[in-house]
């Protein structure tokens, strides 16, 4: 079996996403020095087509490193074996949707339990390199367990900043993988407020959403692996729970890259449907309105703690995105949140968290909608386990 230690990465510059500015790879890097735009890592395709075959892939080890060339620090990543996750063909749940090719994605197999083990295992791998001792980040939960993680991993301190009413489970991992957790009074807005605040007296390296350029990179190889899975063939519409929005926009680079690769079989790409919470849309009020850049949303309440984000660095990427697939948003409730859960866990066998939930409440929306067709080949992603949340709304009520 190919080793992915001995290929090296392709990666060559940072380009800014808005003003299209150059940033040194070999410094520390944050966002664009310039505009203040999302910095996004570019490499040697035509390089990396030459090692990165669909007969090479074949015989590589199954996580997301075995897409080296494309991905930072790949001579010697911080690896728990992140990523090639299983993509299951959901029957039960496609039948009772009237859907002949309904497909979930399982992110919550994971180290960590979600699809942030991806981005934080390429930025912990780049921080290191760039001489961090020491990162903090803003998490409403996942991210802040898988940073926990790859730290102790790597050997750097970590801080991470929770809301209070973060719940426990997040907390108890974070604090086991021998993290400084800070509770925030506020959303996970505040909680960037007080990382940002506090990280102006302390020398650590801040891996907020975005604010870095390789967590992105991690998350995209999800994209990589829709390809591979099916062969090659891109789905017709992807569903996909977003908040900060990197892995939607990671995967949607991932889909340009691998057109650039002459990896795919032809040119289609999947409508990309971004999913949020009632209680917290931002996104979906903005494409709504067919605004380039989403306001922030006052008061934002939800149990899928993922969804909790009232506003983004990404939000101009993420609409680009809907814009250039033809894709929309929507957002369901808490209640459809459990009920879609509930669906899952039932009819596949999979304990999804709120945010894989919302997914089910979202494409019967659309199937209702006359917005899938019957034979469309649809995704789901789960983004993590359900086994995270100890409170759900009310059964009852459902």
């Known amino acids: 079996m190919t080793s992915t230690k001995r290929l090296r990465s392709t990666l060559e510059w940072l ?30 395709l035509d390089e990396a087509a030459r090692t990165m075959t669909r007969d090479a892939l074949r015989e590589r080890p199954p996580s997301q490193w075995r897409y080296s060339e ?33 497909w979930v994605k399982d992110e919550s197999l994971n180290p960590t339990g979600s699809f942030k083990a991806r ?31 790859y730290g102790a991993l790597a050997g750097l301190a970590v801080d991470v900043f929770f809301p209070v009413e973060t719940p426990e489970p997040f907390r108890l991992e974070a604090t086991a993988y021998g ?55 891109l789905p017709d519409v992807v569903l996909y729970p977003t908040g900060g929005g990197t892995g939607l926009i990671g995967m949607w680079k991932a889909f340009e890259e691998l057109k650039q690769l002459r990896l795919l079989r032809s040119d289609h790409r999947p409508r990309m449907i971004v999913v949020q919470a009632a209680g917290c849309a931002p996104m979906v009020k ?12 006052p008061e934002p309440r939800t149990y899928a703690n993922g969804l909790c984000v009232p506003s983004t660095i990404g939000d101009r990427l993420i609409l680009q995105v809907l814009k250039e697939s033809n894709g929309t948003a929507l957002a369901v409730s808490d209640p459809e949140m459990a009920a879609g859960q509930l669906e899952l866990a039932r009819g ?12 089910v409440a979202a494409l019967r929306r659309m199937i209702e909608q006359g917005q899938v067709g019957a034979d469309e080949r649809v995704v789901l992603f789960n983004t993590g386990t359900g086994l995270k949340y100890p409170k759900i709304p009310d059964l009852r009520l459902l």
């Not at 921080?127 to 990162?135: D, Q």
């Not at 350029?213 to 099916?230: N, S």
């Not at 903005?286 to 949303?297: F, K, L, S, V």
């Open 15 to 44: 380009e800014c996403s808005r003003c299209h500015g150059v940033a040194n790879i070999g410094e520390p890097q944050t966002v664009c020095a310039d505009c203040g735009g999302v910095l996004l890592a570019r490499y040697r």
């Open 70 to 102: 494309v991905l930072p620090g790949s001579d010697g990543p911080i690896s728990l074996g992140e990523g090639w996750t299983p993509l299951h063909r959901a029957r039960f749940l496609g039948q009772s949707l009237g859907l002949q090719n309904l």
């Open 119 to 149: 981005g934080m295992s390429a930025a912990v791998t780049m921080a290191l390199r760039s001489g961090a001792r020491r990162i903090a980040l803003p998490s409403a939960g996942n991210a802040g367990g898988a940073a926990a993680a």
């Open 179 to 233: 993290a400084e957790v800070h509770l925030v009074n506020g959303d996970i807005s505040a909680c960037g407020a007080r990382c940002r605040e506090q990280g102006q007296q302390e020398s650590w390296f801040d891996l907020s959403t975005l604010k870095e350029p390789y967590r992105l990179e991690g998350k995209k190889t999800m994209g990589y692996e829709l390809a591979e899975q099916f062969d090659w063939e």
């Open 286 to 297: 903005a494409h709504e309105e067919g605004a380039e850049e989403a306001e922030p949303w």
């Open 348 to 359: 596949e066998g999979i304990f999804a968290a709120p945010e894989g939930g919302a997914l």
